[in-house]
C-alpha cells in the first residue's frame, strides 16, 4: 500500500512553527516512516508541489502575492489542508498594523514602497483558501501537531478541547498571574499549550486565540483594574489575535 504524502509549508513567518516540528526529532523520524514528505522546504532539499498530497500543513500568514499563490496551488495539491500557528490561523504578529496603510508600512521598514512583488497587509490561511482545522499557537505545540498528524492519517478528525489557560495552571498548580496582578489573557485563551508562560512567571498572552465561551466583557475589566486601558488595552490584547478581536472588544465596551 502507498504511503500517504504530506506536505509542510511556510508563508510569511519566523519558521519557528517548523523548528518545532523538527524538535520532535523521534515521533517525526516515526512520521518519515509512515508517510512521504513531499513538501517540507526547511527540512529537506528535495521538495515538489506538483503531486497530490493527503494532508499539507501550513504555517504563516498570506502576505504577499507570492503567499497567495503558493498556498493556492497547495490548496489544488492536498486532500486536506491545516494551518498551523498563530500567523496561519489568525495572521500573527504581523497582522497587528493592519489598519495602517501599507504604503506607510514599507516605507517604515523598507525604507520604500518599491518592491519585487506585491506585497498585502496579513492575513489568515482562511481568508484565501479553505482551512480544514487549524492548530493555533506561536509556535504550534509539538505534540498536538504529532496527534493531529495521527488523527487525520488514520481517517480520524483530530479534536482537542477548547478550555482555558486557567485550567493548565490549576493542573500544573501554577499560580493565578491574574491575581498577582499581573496582565494575563489566560482566562479568555484556548488550553493545549501546558501553560509555559505562566509557569515560567509571565502572564499569558493569548497566542492560541479564543477557548470555547471567552468573556471579553470581563477580561476588559480584570485588564483595566490593574491599569490596562485605552490603546494600551487593545494593542496588549491583540499582539497574537491580529486585528480579528475588533468587534469582540467594541462589544465589550472599547473602541
Request: glycine share 10%; aromatic share 8%.
Amino acid at each position: 500500500m502507498a504511503k500517504p504524502k504530506i506536505g509542510i509549508m511556510y508563508l510569511t513567518s519566523c519558521a519557528g512553527c517548523q523548528c518545532e516540528i523538527l524538535n520532535y526529532e523521534e515521533a517525526l523520524l516515526k512520521l518519515l516512516d509512515l508517510t512521504e514528505i513531499k513538501y517540507f522546504p526547511i527540512g529537506s532539499s528535495a521538495n515538489t508541489l506538483d503531486e497530490e498530497l493527503d494532508v499539507l500543513f501550513v504555517e504563516g500568514s498570506v502576505s504577499s502575492s507570492l503567499d497567495e499563490e503558493m498556498v493556492k496551488k497547495g490548496r489544488e495539491k492536498a486532500k486536506i489542508l491545516v494551518a498551523i500557528g498563530t500567523c496561519a490561523c489568525f495572521g500573527g504578529i504581523q497582522a497587528n498594523n493592519n489598519d495602517v496603510p501599507l504604503d506607510e508600512l514599507l516605507e517604515t521598514v523598507y525604507g520604500t514602497t518599491d518592491m519585487p512583488f506585491e506585497i498585502t497587509h496579513a492575513r489568515p490561511v482562511e481568508e484565501v483558501v479553505k482551512v480544514d482545522y487549524s492548530l493555533p499557537g506561536c509556535p504550534v505545540d509539538g505534540k498536538q501537531f504529532v496527534y493531529a498528524a495521527a488523527f487525520l492519517l488514520n481517517g480520524v478528525k483530530p479534536f482537542f478541547p477548547k478550555m482555558a489557560v486557567c485550567y493548565e495552571c490549576k493542573l500544573s498548580e501554577t499560580e493565578c498571574r491574574t491575581l498577582q496582578g499581573l496582565f494575563c489573557l489566560g482566562p479568555i485563551t484556548a488550553a493545549g499549550c501546558g501553560a509555559p508562560c505562566t509557569s515560567k512567571g509571565l502572564g499569558c498572552q493569548g497566542c492560541r486565540g479564543d477557548h470555547d465561551a471567552p468573556n471579553y466583557k470581563e477580561m476588559v475589566e480584570v485588564l483595566s483594574e490593574r491599569g490596562l486601558k485605552g490603546k494600551d488595552l487593545i494593542n496588549f490584547m491583540k499582539v497574537f489575535r491580529g486585528n480579528y478581536l475588533k468587534e469582540k472588544l467594541k462589544d465589550a465596551g472599547v473602541e
